[in-house]
């Protein structure tokens, strides 16, 4: 198999060095590789031209791990209309486009993997995809983003605030000088909705998940919580419905000790499902890192050189409609806005402090961000009964 390599930041050189030593000897090589910048090891294959790579008749399979959403998504189309299989890490691509990928794929006969898209290196998806062919699919979610949750249990293991802890997590390479992706849960939010779409076997759009991230939390927050002897983490959650649709929403959640992502450390990830069937599975590990990411990529790429992706099977045919509004549960609340009246106080903590009696999770994420407006700062976390 020869593949074309789309990136050559941290995950596409990971990705390249581990193909070139092909311990693994699968004979997959690399014969494109689409960069800008002039790097001594792949002066023979590189190209600054995407339809250079993609007009090679030996290459089959694109790799791409551009990042972001543009250029990666011309690209990435590009390739499965040139009839070539896709493997991507890009999880923010491929969620907020995967309709249109995962259809042009099917009209062409080539296959779309993307196991690295979800916690790195942790054989997640795959197995998701897998069950799904033999199971119905109940419920996936956890803890997704490693750098969240590394800022979430730095505050709270070592009592820093969040600005010095972001500024830890951006030294030592996990988080970005952007950190939005990460913080504002957008990174999550596409996380799941790919969780979604390959459990539920129908294509979710992350815009309709209801999404709060960790900016705004202060270390007061995490002393009160340590108070109750409760844990934050920035958790996804989706859950199958009768009528077909998914209750799917991403906010900070406080866990106790009986609970599995109670005990995720630094930046860990621990990712689940719920087979009606097989109960549930959990995968814990490093979910992000260029080691670990190629091995997910490598692993997709053996398949696709053998015939079968699980991926394959998976529909794409219909959208699946997200409603958070069944969902309820009583929420922490940080605020220095007035409360709207349909916010109901069961305990108040402090000032502008509060735990709220149950509510809908949609209620609350559409007031919250209403309340923005007076208090920016605003910040909840969904608790977990
Ligand atoms: N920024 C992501 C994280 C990288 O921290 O989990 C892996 O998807």
Same mark, same amino acid.
């Given at each position: 198999?020869?593949?074309? $390599?789309?990136?050559?930041?941290?995950?596409?050189?990971?990705?390249?060095?581990?193909?070139?030593?092909?311990?693994? #000897?699968?004979? @997959?090589?690399?014969?494109?590789?689409?960069?800008?910048?002039?790097?001594?090891?792949?002066?023979?294959?590189?190209?600054?031209?995407?339809?250079?790579?993609?007009?090679?008749?030996?290459?089959?399979?694109?790799?791409?791990?551009?990042?972001?959403?543009?250029?990666?998504?011309?690209?990435? !189309?590009?390739?499965?209309?040139?009839?070539?299989?896709?493997?991507?890490?890009?999880?923010?691509?491929?969620?907020?486009?995967?309709?249109?990928?995962?259809?042009?794929?099917?009209?062409?006969?080539?296959?779309?993997?993307?196991?690295?898209?979800?916690?790195?290196?942790?054989?997640? $998806?795959?197995?998701?995809?897998?069950?799904?062919?033999?199971?119905?699919?109940?419920?996936?979610?956890? @803890?997704?983003?490693?750098?969240?949750?590394?800022?979430?249990? %730095?505050?709270?293991?070592?009592?820093?605030?969040?600005?010095?802890? $972001?500024?830890?997590?951006?030294?030592?390479?996990?988080?970005?000088?952007? &950190?939005?992706?990460? /913080?504002?849960? /957008?990174?999550?939010?596409?996380? $799941?909705?790919?969780?979604?779409?390959?459990?539920?076997?129908?294509?979710?759009?992350?815009?309709?998940?209801?999404?709060?991230?960790?900016?705004? =939390?202060?270390?007061?927050?995490?002393?009160?919580?340590?108070?109750?002897?409760?844990?934050? #983490?920035?958790?996804?959650?989706?859950?199958?419905?009768?009528?077909?649709?998914?209750?799917?929403?991403?906010? &900070?959640?406080?866990?106790?000790?009986?609970?599995? %992502?109670?005990?995720?450390?630094?930046?860990?990830?621990? =990712?689940?499902?719920?087979?009606?069937?097989?109960?549930?599975?959990?995968?814990?590990?490093?979910?992000?890192?260029?080691?670990?990411?190629?091995?997910?990529?490598? !692993?997709?790429?053996?398949? =696709?050189?053998?015939?079968?992706? &699980?991926?394959?099977?998976?529909?794409?045919?219909?959208? !699946? *409609?997200?409603?958070?509004?069944?969902?309820?549960?009583?929420?922490?609340?940080?605020?220095?806005?007035?409360?709207?009246?349909?916010?109901?106080?069961?305990?108040?903590?402090?000032?502008?402090?509060?735990?709220? *009696? &149950?509510?809908?999770?949609? %209620?609350?994420?559409?007031?919250?961000?209403?309340?923005?407006?007076?208090?920016?700062? =605003?910040?909840?976390?969904?608790?977990?009964?």
């Amino acid at each position: 198999m020869k593949v074309g $390599l789309f990136g050559y930041g941290v995950v596409g050189s990971g990705i390249y060095e581990f193909l070139l030593r092909d311990e693994m #000897r699968h004979n @997959i090589t690399v014969g494109g590789v689409l960069e800008r910048r002039d790097i001594p090891e792949i002066k023979d294959i590189r190209s600054e031209n995407v339809d250079e790579i993609l007009a090679d008749p030996t290459i089959d399979t694109v790799i791409e791990v551009l990042g972001g959403f543009e250029p990666a998504h011309t690209f990435a !189309l590009k390739a499965v209309k040139a009839g070539k299989n896709l493997i991507t890490a890009n999880k923010l691509m491929l969620a907020e486009n995967y309709s249109e990928i995962m259809r042009e794929a099917r009209e062409r006969g080539v296959s779309v993997a993307f196991s690295a898209t979800v916690g790195g290196g942790i054989p997640f $998806l795959k197995n998701l995809a897998l069950v799904s062919h033999a199971d119905t699919v109940l419920e996936v979610g956890g @803890i997704m983003n490693g750098t969240t949750n590394f800022i979430l249990d %730095e505050m709270q293991s070592k009592g820093a605030d969040f600005a010095e802890t $972001l500024k830890k997590a951006q030294e030592l390479g996990y988080a970005e000088s952007n &950190p939005s992706a990460d /913080i504002d849960a /957008i990174d999550l939010r596409c996380k $799941l909705a790919l969780c979604c779409s390959v459990g539920f076997d129908a294509a979710c759009h992350p815009d309709d998940i209801p999404t709060m991230g960790v900016r705004h =939390i202060q270390k007061r927050d995490i002393d009160i919580f340590r108070a109750h002897g409760l844990r934050v #983490r920035l958790i996804g959650k989706g859950v199958r419905l009768e009528d077909g649709s998914v209750c799917a929403f991403c906010e &900070p959640t406080l866990v106790g000790p009986g609970q599995n %992502e109670y005990s995720v450390y630094g930046v860990e990830n621990y =990712i689940y499902y719920i087979g009606e069937r097989t109960g549930k599975h959990g995968f814990g590990g490093f979910g992000a890192g260029r080691k670990t990411t190629a091995v997910n990529v490598y !692993l997709d790429a053996i398949d =696709i050189l053998h015939g079968y992706s &699980p991926f394959d099977q998976v529909s794409c045919e219909e959208n !699946l *409609k997200v409603d958070a509004s069944g969902a309820k549960h009583r929420y922490y609340l940080r605020t220095n806005a007035e409360l709207p009246k349909e916010i109901e106080v069961e305990v108040r903590l402090g000032s502008g402090t509060y735990i709220t *009696k &149950p509510m809908g999770v949609l %209620e609350m994420h559409r007031l919250a961000h209403i309340m923005q407006e007076a208090d920016e700062t =605003i910040f909840f976390a969904g608790w977990a009964d």
